[in-house]
């Protein structure tokens, strides 16, 4: 009779304690007795009988198993990872896809697909093409730009020049597989006059308004390598066009072709170095100049992320893929677009097409010289112009070359001296080291009298397209 009193005793302590415990431990702790109140009723005042048996029974599920708790916290642990890992996708979808303003634009590519498919307006398929693109480059920018805060300033530099010409290489890669030479030729070069004319003069316009107070300085040294690059691009284009207008060819159509791919891969050689040089000597002046944001004040603002480097990752092979696509398109639509709008194909290769590609490094030098970072200004339009006619154009000559498409560095008379004309320009407008507003204004009326004199340009050579 005692036993049986000792173990009523410890069952309604053991039942106290029990019952003080919160819900969440008592069904990690007994998984299978489901709700508690309904095994034990703890708050009746019902007598249990004293018997030994029924006690026995009783107190059976009360045995602890620790495999039980530990396999519930892994559950538990798992649950919540998962859950976060939910909530960090979808802050990383707000972030990339809805935060920004310019994506209401990003309906105009399914629209665009849609009309190639229902309809035959060349013409709207292209326009709305077009528009969709705008949207992605300008995040394929912003990607790159968080993928730069974990890589470092150098990588980072890199990474933000190739995805930032990103649009223009698949355009052009496009154009090349259907045979449309003139149009991948008219399309780099474009890139390259919009990023040293419309880009950096709206920077510096943009910039010279803003702090209209006081001159906006510069490093020179990095203007000065990268005038350099551009006049060897100058002189890699300009002598295939040389010998063929003179013809002074030793094999008619040949010899160009020849000297165009021994100039590209010696233009690679050389981009190369400078990567080389980038990226091993750090402590020079010519080092990437995001290296700016290290040594300025509101560094650390600019430097944290807002999505993860692999969600940056994906993000970049996502839009990478899309913009591809609607590429494929964009490119399709191009000479239908130019008869029903009757617009010529060079307006549309050298004007339209790289406005679209530049839309990042638009809205990111204009912002940086608004906040008074012209070096990352210069890096961005400059730089980018740099890796265009260093390493796209030669690389393009080289997948020609392997996919047997005669494509060359003779960009033709016209647009040759155009791309003399401009480096020289902009060279002038670097060499003091200093911007103001009104150089803006001076690029920016060049631009329109280059868009002028594409407008009124009848391709000599159609061929090709």
């Excluded at 998962?82 to 972030?95: G, N, P």
Aim: charged share 15%; hydrophobic share 50%.
């Amino acid at each position: 009779m005692m036993s049986s009193l000792e173990a009523f005793c410890g069952f309604k302590s053991l039942a106290s304690v029990f019952k003080s415990c919160p819900l969440k431990l008592k069904l990690v702790m007994f998984p299978e007795m489901g709700s508690i109140e309904e095994k034990v009723d703890l708050d009746s005042d019902e007598e249990i009988p004293f018997s030994g048996a029924r006690t026995t029974n009783k107190m059976q599920p009360m045995n602890f198993e620790p495999s039980h708790i530990l396999l519930n916290r892994r559950f538990s642990a798992s649950w919540v990872i998962r859950k976060v890992h939910r909530i960090s996708i979808l802050r990383s979808i707000h972030i990339v896809l809805f935060k920004a303003r310019i994506n209401f634009l990003l309906p105009f590519g399914p629209l665009a697909i849609m009309l190639h498919y229902l309809t035959n307006k060349h013409g709207l398929v292209f326009f709305f093409s077009l528009v969709g693109i705008i949207p992605l480059a300008e995040r394929l920018g912003y990607a790159t730009e968080q993928l730069a805060c974990v890589t470092g300033p150098t990588v980072g530099g890199l990474l933000n020049a190739t995805f930032g010409n990103a649009t223009e290489m698949i355009i052009s890669m496009y154009a090349l597989k259907n045979g449309m030479i003139r149009v991948v030729q008219q399309s780099l070069l474009g890139s390259i006059l919009s990023n040293m004319l419309l880009v950096l003069g709206c920077a510096f316009f943009c910039g010279g308004l803003v702090h209209h107070h006081k001159v906006q300085i510069f490093n020179k040294a990095t203007a000065i390598v990268n005038s350099g690059l551009l006049l060897m691009a100058v002189m890699g284009i300009l002598f295939p066009a040389v010998l063929h207008f003179t013809h002074s060819e030793v094999h008619k159509g040949k010899s160009e072709i020849a000297l165009s791919r021994v100039s590209s891969c010696i233009m690679l050689v050389a981009y190369a170095s400078y990567i080389f040089f980038q990226l091993k000597i750090q402590n020079n002046l010519y080092s990437s100049l995001d290296e700016v944001r290290e040594n300025n004040d509101e560094a650390e603002e600019e430097d944290v992320p807002e999505i993860t480097h692999w969600e940056a990752v994906g993000w970049l092979a996502a839009l990478t893929l899309w913009i591809s696509i609607l590429s494929g398109y964009l490119v399709d639509a191009i000479q239908g677009a130019s008869d029903s709008m009757n617009i010529p194909v060079a307006f549309i290769s050298v004007v339209l097409l790289p406005i679209v590609g530049n839309a990042a490094e638009h809205a990111s030098a204009i912002m940086f010289a608004m906040k008074d970072k012209l070096d990352i200004t210069i890096g961005v339009a400059v730089g980018s112009s740099t890796q265009i006619s260093m390493f796209v154009i030669p690389f393009c000559v080289i997948v020609g070359w392997i996919m047997g498409k005669p494509m060359d560095l003779n960009f033709q008379l016209f647009e040759t001296a155009t791309l003399f004309i401009t480096v020289l320009v902009v060279a002038f407008m670097l060499q003091e080291g200093q911007s103001n507003y009104f150089k803006g204004l001076m690029l920016i009326l060049c631009y329109l009298i280059v868009a002028a004199s594409f407008f009124v340009h009848i391709d000599p050579s159609n061929d090709d397209d």
